[in-house]
């Protein structure tokens, strides 16, 4: 099967068929790690886990009113605009990888990720299909099977996905986050690959939206997603979600 080009923010993955190697992709999509493990958890058969000691009764009923309001604050919201900043760290980065660029996500599973530095790429879905963008390669790597994964990953974001199917969710004590008083939840998928360890979620105090996401790999990598000037228009127009074929660019097909 065809790999498509190496990710931004990602360590290359060997040998993998291409709807494995999707996966990681969805990493990068607003609140992008989120998507990835939703999909695997969906995908993989549940692995027998031992028990984990129970938390206190303090610590569980601040996780249940962090998730409630979280759920709560994107309640009729249908359509998120941001920036973001990206910074990669760990053995698969000598030096820190720094990204940034906007987004744009829209129910039930669109979005529109535009890397503008240091590489210029996106990644654009109408909610079922999805094109990777290389403006220095000039192709268009396109996967036609994401459509679950997405309408799963704004499920999410809208609060109709049940957290704690896919993750054990406990509060985070591994120091400050990117994010100075944002309250941090420890996520560790029920269902491991064996390439995602953990997530970070950093939920806005006040409001209780995300607004910044950590993914760290058992190779010791952390990669941060920070949002900000996040906006949550009516509606977003249709262009901003599709691929129209450019003059001298390859089409290639990725699944």
Known sequence: AHRPPDLPALPALPALPARTALLPLLALTALLALPTLLALSALSPRAALAADPAPSKADADLVDAALKQMHASYKGVTAVRARF?????????????????????????????????????????????????????????????????????????????????DFKVALADDGPGPVPGARALALTPRAPDGSIDSLRIYLDASTGRVVAIAMLTPFGDRTETVLAEVSTPADLPDSEFVYTPREGWRTIRGD
């Open 85 to 165: 900043t990206q910074t990669s760290t760990g053995m698969s980065f000598p030096q820190p990888l720094v990204q940034s660029g906007a987004l744009l996500l829209e129910a039930p599973g669109r979005m529109r990720w535009d890397f503008e530095t240091p590489r210029k790429q996106a990644y654009v879905s109408d909610g079922s299909t999805l094109w990777m963008l290389d403006d220095a390669d000039r192709t268009a790597t396109v996967f036609k099977t994401v459509d679950g994964m997405l309408k799963r990953f704004y499920g999410f974001l809208t609060g109709s996905i049940d957290l704690r199917a």
